[in-house]
């Protein structure tokens, strides 16, 4: 383990970890030689540009697909994750934004799908509310009603009760892909907080994906950088800034001869969030 | 970071937070109680107007109207356009179709008529046609989920399928039902043995889609497929499943009419049944995309059907008009499901 490393994590178990994970589609390299580690209650924000591979990472770390090299551990157990299925019963969750929550359906059947209490055959409404508004007071979600239907909530309301639920299934790792895509300051605060509020109970590990740096060097406690199927950077959110980040990618559209695309694009990314 | 545990962490053992949470939860609870008394009105609305027609019909012609053999008549049309929608219901929830409903209607009766005729006891032969029934679900639900075709399609074929199968048992000719013995009296016999499975049904599907998983499960895979897949839900099985009960709902109301005719029941079915049954679903405030539904609700569409051609027999116009207004219905139907959703939703937001 690096210094800035055991600054964040202290001496918290490490919860996830990957080493030596390449992964090719055909004559595409999409991952060369991944190393990443998590500590439990950790915060890791996997920062990197379009197609430097973090939805391959993301997919590879739930299950969905195999890599040709390397091994995954979890919670210190060398593991093969074989389906989706294989990684959520090992507490791996993933929240694609919104899209898996049921629109026409209440917030608390949203909570509850697929993991209903029944007596019999039938479900125990009453129930599935009072533990659905108990447990969303509890993370501190604020939603008019539990009994609003998903499609009256707006953007962030759904982020953030589509993260309640992966939590509130037992995930003990989650990896959050794009939390904040598509998503205005105020909305995006919702589920800042809400990450906030999961990361200082202290027992789940958090992994964000993202293309935004400054938003998720709030919430962070370690951000590692992806570019082109490796990790270039792994430091402390506390030791390192946005700007050095700008940098290092801007360095590397130097190299590449797109300089002032790619620092456009970025200075103009990193002015939109502000 | 402790500063930001104790703040965070009052509501948990309902402390001092409790007194900006709690407003905002009953001020809230207000308007879920509003929104969902719209969304029963979705419900109320074709109840409302059925009971609206039934009293007008009852005013403009007492005699003829209001007369045991009149409800018995509109409970003949009433029943299998209900017990047929209660199975399509379920279909439309979760996305899909059967067009061929109204085939299996006509094979259903017309094996256990067969059989029937063959030497084999009542019972068996009810039992065998509804296993036929469910196989032609099955063979509907397997097609579609797995070979990727969509139901329109696979019930397209499947109805002509059926109607040729189901000609061919019967020799073209219509067939006689047996009309002795209680199982006969249950089954369509006694005049109001067909309304009141048509009542069983719509009420048992009716707690089966709002309080059982299978239900909250039917809904979750019309709304969002992959959503619900990602969730664990079966929804190839769910899909299944709700093409297998509407063939077998399907086939029992055939079984029902069949006995109920009981002299000549037409081999030929009625292709109209299939598409008065989704008309009823509609009119009665079911989503034709899927993710959600009321069998309530389609069977008081079918009763607003059945009370209009029914009275509209013994006013003296002609069944012309009653396609007339049935087709007008369903649009209007369709309209004011969408407005009442658009205002739910404008109702919430504001």
Sequence with gaps: MTAEQSVSAGSAPVAIRAEGIAKRFGTVTALSNINISVAQGEVLGLIGDNGAGKSTLIKILTGYHQPDEGQIYVHGQPVTLKSVDHARSLGIETVFQDLALINTLPVYMNLHLNREPTRGPFLRRREMRKQARRYLDDIGISIPSVNAEVANLSGGQRQAIAVARSVYSNARILLLDEPLAAMGAKEGGIILDLIKMLRDRGDLTVIIIAHNYSQVFDVCDRVNLLQHGEITLDKATSETSAEELLDIVAKEYRTGGKLAEGRGRYLAEIRDTD | ?350
Aim: glycine share 10%.
């Design chain 2, 1 to 350: 970071m402790t500063e930001e545990q104790t703040k965070s962490s009052p509501p948990t053992p309902n402390g001092g937070s409790n007194g900006i949470l709690v407003p905002t939860r009953l001020r809230s609870a207000g308007l879920a109680g509003v929104g969902s008394s719209l969304l029963r009105l979705r419900e109320l609305s074709v109840i409302i107007v059925a009971i609206a027609l039934f009293a007008y019909f009852s005013i403009h012609s007492p005699s003829s109207f209001l007369s045991k053999s009149n409800f018995s008549n509109i409970s003949d049309f009433v029943s299998a356009w209900a017990i047929i929608a209660a199975g399509e219901v379920m279909l439309l929830v979760c996305g899909e179709i059967d067009l061929s409903a109204a085939m299996t209607y006509a094979l259903t009766p017309i094996v256990m008529m067969s059989l029937h005729g063959n030497g084999l006891p009542l019972f068996v032969a009810f039992l065998i046609s509804l296993v036929v029934a469910a196989t032609v679900g099955l063979f509907n639900g397997l097609v579609t989920v797995f070979l990727g075709l969509p139901s329109f399609i696979t019930t397209l074929g499947t109805l002509f399928l059926l109607h040729g199968i189901t000609l061919k048992i019967s020799g073209s000719n219509p067939m006689a039902a047996p009309t002795e013995g209680n199982l006969v009296q249950a089954l369509g016999g006694w005049k109001w043995s067909e309304i009141l499975w048509a009542i069983a049904i719509a009420i048992a599907m009716q707690i089966v889609l709002t309080n059982t998983k299978w239900g909250a499960y039917t809904i979750a895979t019309g709304a969002n497929f992959v959503g619900a897949a990602e969730a664990g839900i079966k929804v190839r099985q769910i899909k299944i499943r709700a093409f297998l009960i509407t063939a077998v709902f399907a086939g029992f109301a055939g079984t029902l009419d069949g006995i109920h005719i009981s002299q000549s029941f037409d081999p030929n079915g009625d292709p109209n049944l299939m598409f008065t049954a989704v008309a009823a679903s509609v009119i009665g405030g079911t989503a034709l995309l899927g993710g959600s539904g009321t069998v309530i609700g389609a069977f008081f569409g079918a009763a607003l059907l059945g009370i209009l051609q029914d009275g509209f027999n013994i006013i003296g116009l002609t069944a012309t008009t009653f396609v007339v207004v049935e087709g007008a219905a369903i649009i209007l139907a369709m309209v004011a499901n969408t407005q009442l959703t658009r205002f739910r939703q404008s109702a919430r937001a504001a």
